[in-house]
């Protein structure tokens, strides 16, 4: 063999070249890397935004007057309130930046958790198979076909225990949302388990005698994750519009009264109080604007 015959080794690229977000810009034109770096700054806002609430927020999430005096009532934008008020005098444009302190925390909640409890269970059901891998799927496909948003409210009303708190309601639409993304997870993560087991890699591992885990870690779950990144970024999304939704019709801590508003609508009456809002009644979460 001679010298000229050998085939030189291609270079390595550099991590910061190999990351799926560098690459990804890296590759992209035109069109298609002017969305990409949009979504990067509105998502790099969302995340500065609900780090930084407390300093970046003019007032406190339930601060109704100042120095000079109340807000007042549903007062329209200007200097001082830019989004201007609520109907119970809060400031709207604080209310949003610590709604996405709170979006924030319940996406990561909720992504997190699914993520992990998904892919566990999907290797485990599609590498093993057996009466758990049947008992899981029948499981997992009632719960992907009943209707999302119900079994969220459902899920939220058990969690809490109808009990209002910040943490308390963060952690009931977190874990009612988890309920809701597991099967996702879990469903391509068996699918593609099914499929790679039966590949001569994975056939040739057994035959050397690796063991059922090192099979699962090292071969499998690296082969079966690949789609994994997509899905997390469609769940955040979800995740966001859940919460709001949650948010919207009352389940989620510091949030409007919209079911009493639409019985007041439908008997066709003013309200409890006829002389002006009442300054306790709860508004809605500044999350659900922020979403």
Known sequence: MTAASVTPAAPKRRLRDRLPVVHQLRQSVGLQ??????????????IILAIFA??????????RSDAEGGFGSQQPPSAEHWFGTTVGGYDVLSRVIYGAQTALLVVVIAVVLSLF????????????????????????DAIYAFPSLLLAIVLAIVISGGQSSLWGGVLAAGGSIVVVFI??????????????????FVESA????????????KHVFRNATRT????????SAEAILTLAALGFIGFVPIVGAVVLL????????????????????????GAIVAA
């Open 228 to 235: 994994l990144p997509l899905i997390i970024t469609l769940n």
């Open 54 to 63: 407390p300093l970046l927020a003019p007032y406190g999430f339930a601060q």
């Open 117 to 140: 409890i998904g892919v566990a269970l999907g290797l485990y059901a599609g590498y093993f198979g057996g009466w758990i891998d049947k008992t899981m799927v029948v499981v997992f």
């Open 262 to 285: 639409i019985f007041m609508l439908l008997k066709g009456t003013e309200g409890p109080n006829r002389y002006g809002p009442d300054p306790k009644a709860e508004e809605p979460d």
């Open 206 to 217: 057994k035959v050397l005698g690796a063991s059922n885990s090192r099979i699962v870690f």
């Open 33 to 46: 890397r002017g969305m990409l770096v949009a979504g990067l700054v509105m998502m790099a806002v969302f």
């Open 183 to 200: 099967p996702q997870y879990f469903r391509v993560i068996r699918a593609e388990t099914v499929r790679i087991k039966a590949e001569p």
